[in-house]
């Protein structure tokens, strides 16, 4: 079966440290994948986009890697801060048809400490 | 500049009451999505729209059904709603071409209460 894979604990971690959160998957093959950041009771915030033939993207703090052979995301926040605490999903591109639909993990909390 | 809005932001219905969500966007995005979301669970894709081609999850229970009159508003129905409907329901919108689509844009959500 299709599956999407977040680490359900959450992720605590010092301000300035760098978070590291996982993504992977099974019985997909995506064109590319997102990461979004959700507040408690706010709808999903896009953050970066990665194509299926790129292997890493960065955005200011933000870095995402994708490994299609691995059917692996990692998403890097460097330099952390206690703003930075939120949930962070991620979503994968998926054939329908002859569109794309967009389907999501669970999510990983991230709380940043100062 | 609020994008993709939802109304409202919080809905009580009764059991089995019939009750619309509705979702606009002044983005002229050609793709929108319904999603229901549980506590700490991933958003749920309910349905999509690509244009006007209308696409349904095979898991979207029955009881759920959608309208996209135009481009700028899609509407979300449930027709006999039960207990385990209470969720947030997020409305999204992105620009898609084929196999490629921008990023979802997503509206505050509307929190449904059933009593």
């Known amino acids: 079966s299709q599956k999407i894979e977040q680490n359900s604990e959450a992720l605590n971690i010092q301000e300035g440290k760098t978070a590291t959160l996982t993504c992977n998957y099974t019985?997909?093959?995506?064109?590319?994948l997102q990461w979004y950041r959700q507040d408690p009771g706010r709808g999903p915030v896009f953050l970066l986009l990665i194509r299926e033939n790129e292997k890493e993207k960065r955005k200011e703090r933000l870095k995402v890697t994708f490994d299609t052979t691995l059917k692996q995301s990692l998403f890097h926040i460097t330099a952390s801060q206690p703003a930075d605490s939120a949930t962070y999903l991620c979503a994968l591109a998926s054939r329908s048809g002859g569109y794309n639909k967009l389907i999501f993990g669970a999510g990983t909390r991230l709380a940043v400490h100062p | 500049d609020a994008m993709v809005i939802q109304n409202p932001r919080y809905q009580v219905t009764q059991f089995g009451k019939p009750v619309t969500l509705s979702c606009s966007q002044t983005l002229n995005h050609n793709v929108m999505y319904w999603y229901q979301q549980k506590s700490s669970q991933a958003p749920k894709l309910l349905f999509h729209?690509?244009?006007?081609?209308?696409?349904n999850e095979a898991d979207t229970p029955d009881n759920f059904q959608s309208r996209r009159p135009n481009t700028s508003f899609c509407f979300l129905d449930i027709r006999s709603p039960g207990l385990g409907d209470a969720a947030m329901y997020l409305c999204?919108?992105?620009?898609?071409?084929?196999?490629?689509?921008?990023?979802?844009?997503f509206g505050q959500g509307t929190r449904l209460t059933v009593v």
């Open positions: 019985n997909y093959s995506p064109a590319y």
């Open positions: 729209y690509y244009d006007k081609d209308f696409n």
């Open positions: 999204a919108t992105s620009r898609g071409s084929g196999y490629m689509n921008t990023e979802a844009f």
